[in-house]
């Protein structure tokens, strides 16, 4: 049920994520600016409550907060199909006029716009809960201690990701082809359904589902921290770990991981340092008194940060990729075979390409990997972000030459300021969608974050700071290049120019990564064996990055 839930909620995500930005120029009337930075700023807001609905307590029904932001999602593509269909409630669109006469279109009004946010940010806050608390209720049905099931987990997530490739394939190809050719509002109102079947199919389930207890709150954990180690500055930390408060043996749970003391920010020790108050008999609460795996999740984090940060940019280049690339499409020559492949149906050359790569990348590189260097993983987690930042890099000095060539087809054939498509194919631009498939394969920031700190979501928190980037730095170059991007016309903006500044910015940050990476310490850790009744630890201890 989660699965086939994934799937539909994904097709109806995916295929609005790469094409939205048409609408929003051809029938909304927005400027090629605007549709580009109003997606990446409705995206950003959705990866914002992804990062705060991760970080916040579990939640002890995910199945009724599915049913929940389900009906929130429901009820924004309702609202988009609606004004998609009524010309009132949005201007007559240009979308067949030509690009030097753009200016002249009917600009939406006040409140033509606000129903056009409103459903956006519903659409936004519903996908998000939805996407945050399907995982959850996936895997509150099998328990990681009895070896079975954690087997049946493991294939639980395989196919959890399965269901989502196969549905952002549809989107980008079955839903983009509904909009182009039947209309938006169909393509909106197929959204709906889809989204309205996929809950439908979860509920179907709920008599049968588990639901395990919330496990607080990751970001309060992190705050504690930092509260009694202000608290405790004063105290002398102590010389040997084992003085330090720590949760042990039994009282952890078997399975537990425990983490070692690091040598790295040791004022964050004092948190952990053992307080007796003589007028309280009980032991001090956790915002005076932490433990040491407590604390150094926090100095994990704190380590991260920087790692994190590099990965900003890479994510803005990805919103690049999901607005003015798709722009680009619609000046390109998109037949195949005498049928006209919709613009926003180039993403499915990466997803294809992740469909088939993946399996190759776990089961031929990585045994081969690791017989060269001795890694389980193959290669090791930071090596893999930065191999994925550079060919962020490359791939948007890729889509600079494209989009060099594809303005000199223009030129060339007289045609900077016709509606026509150019005689130069569309598939040019699944070079860069190409390579940016790779570098998200190989990135792997996601398997870093749950490796080091898998209770955390700064992922999210990467993405939506790099969606909310991608709007700054297309106003903020808009205006200090004199206008880019400001003609409201490629043919006549210097789109490649933004894209090599992106690429040059990508290898100065690639240079940022390597010096944070340098001082980067994979985690120590010890886990309470089973075997033993809890009374055991196994020691184990990662390399640097």
């Not at 994520?17 to 549709?35: C, E, P, Q």
């Not at 179907?204 to 496990?215: A, E, L, V």
């Not at 010389?239 to 425990?258: N, P, Q, S, W, Y």
């Amino acid at each position: 049920m989660d699965a086939a839930t994934a799937g539909l909620e994904n097709m109806a995500f995916i295929s609005n994520a790469v094409s939205l930005v048409t609408y929003f120029y051809g029938y909304m009337n927005f400027s090629l600016a605007k549709s580009a930075t109003t997606l990446t700023n409705s995206w950003g807001l959705l990866f914002c409550y992804r990062y705060l609905e991760d970080s916040s307590a579990t939640p002890t029904c995910p199945d009724k907060t599915c049913v929940l932001f389900g009906s929130i999602e429901i009820l924004g593509y309702a609202l988009l199909t609606v004004q998609a269909h009524f010309h009132q409630l949005r201007p007559f669109p240009c979308k067949d006029v030509p690009p030097s006469k753009m200016n002249q279109c009917e600009a939406a009004t006040s409140g033509q716009t606000a129903i056009l946010f409103t459903s956006l940010y519903l659409v936004a806050l519903g996908t998000s809960g939805i996407k945050a608390a399907l995982p959850s209720l996936g895997a509150d049905q099998f328990d990681e201690k009895d070896p079975k099931e954690a087997a049946s987990l493991s294939s639980f997530f395989n196919w959890l990701l399965f269901s989502i490739t196969i549905g952002a394939m549809l989107g980008v190809t079955f839903l983009v082809w509904i909009s182009t050719n039947q209309g938006w509002d169909w393509s909106f109102g197929v959204s709906t359904i889809a989204v309205l079947a996929g809950i439908l199919f979860l509920t179907m389930g709920r008599s049968i589902y588990r639901n395990n207890k919330p496990k607080g709150s990751p970001i309060i954990r992190i705050i504690q921290v930092f509260v009694a180690a202000i608290r405790n500055r004063k105290l002398p930390i102590p010389a040997m770990a084992e003085k330090l408060h720590e949760t042990r043996d039994k009282e952890a749970g078997i399975g537990a991981e425990i983490l070692q003391r690091t040598a790295q920010f040791k004022f964050f020790d004092r948190a952990a340092i053992v307080v007796h108050d003589a007028s309280t008999p009980s032991m001090p609460g956790p915002w005076r008194m932490c433990t040491v795996t407590q604390v150094e999740e926090t100095k994990i984090i704190v380590r991260m940060l920087p790692i994190i940060l590099s990965t900003i940019l890479m994510n803005t280049c990805l919103a690049q990729l999901q607005t003015f690339t798709i722009q680009q499409s619609s000046t390109m020559d998109r037949s195949l075979l005498g049928f006209q492949v919709p613009g926003a149906s180039i993403p499915v050359i990466p997803l294809a390409f992740m469909f088939v790569s993946i399996p190759l990348y776990d089961r031929v590189f990585v045994p081969l990997a690791r017989k060269f260097t001795g890694i389980p993983t193959g290669i090791r987690y930071l090596q893999r972000i930065g191999v994925g930042l550079v060919l962020s890099a490359i791939s948007m000095a890729v889509a600079g030459i494209i989009e060099t060539r594809r303005k000199n087809v223009a030129e060339k054939h007289n045609m900077v300021d016709s509606a026509d498509p150019l005689p130069i194919s569309v598939f040019w631009l699944g070079f860069q969608y190409a390579i940016f498939g790779i570098a998200d394969i190989v990135l792997l920031l996601r398997k870093l974050i749950r490796h080091e700190v898998p209770e955390h979501s700064n992922l999210w928190c990467s993405l939506a700071f790099g969606y909310f980037t991608s709007s700054v730095m297309v106003e903020v170059v808009n205006k200090a290049s004199g206008g880019w991007l400001a003609n409201n016309n490629l043919n006549r903006d210097e789109l490649n120019y933004f894209y090599w500044l992106l690429s040059g910015l990508s290898i100065v940050n690639f240079g940022f990564y390597l010096v944070c990476s340098s001082w980067y310490r994979y985690k120590k850790e010890e886990q309470v064996d089973s075997n033993s009744g809890g009374e055991a630890k196994i020691k184990i201890e990662m390399g640097s990055g």
